[in-house]
């Protein structure tokens, strides 16, 4: 089992910052690509960013210029900065996370999400 805990989320007015961190754990073998999701409202959930192994990137057009991704491959975390915000990017986020975990079978892909973080921006 691979477990992602997302923390960072809250209420924040137009034009300010929260920064996300999500952590996984478990029997992790390792991560390949890292990414945020997120859904608003009666909306389907969106990409807005990934991250690979190596730091290639993937942004959303929604928010390209505003946040950034990031990741500790040693501490099996990854960041989302995110900066000018605007009502529009009010949502629940969600990390993902992709790789092989070890397990006393052998060696198995995993396809994981963190249980959410609300995202508020209001004013």
Known sequence: QVQLVESGGGLVQPGGSLRLSCAASGSIFSINGMGWYRQAPGKQR????TISSG?????????????????????????LQMNSLKPEDTAVYYCN???????????????????????????
Do not use: C, P
């Open 46 to 49: 969106e990409l807005v960013a």
């Open 55 to 79: 730091g290639v990137t993937n942004y959303a057009d929604s928010v390209k210029g505003r946040f950034t991704i990031s990741r500790d491959n040693a501490k099996n975390t990854v960041y």
């Open 97 to 123: 996370a992709v790789g092989v975990r070890r397990d006393i079978y052998g060696y198995r892909g995993f396809d994981s999400w963190g249980q959410g973080t609300q995202v508020t921006v209001s004013s």
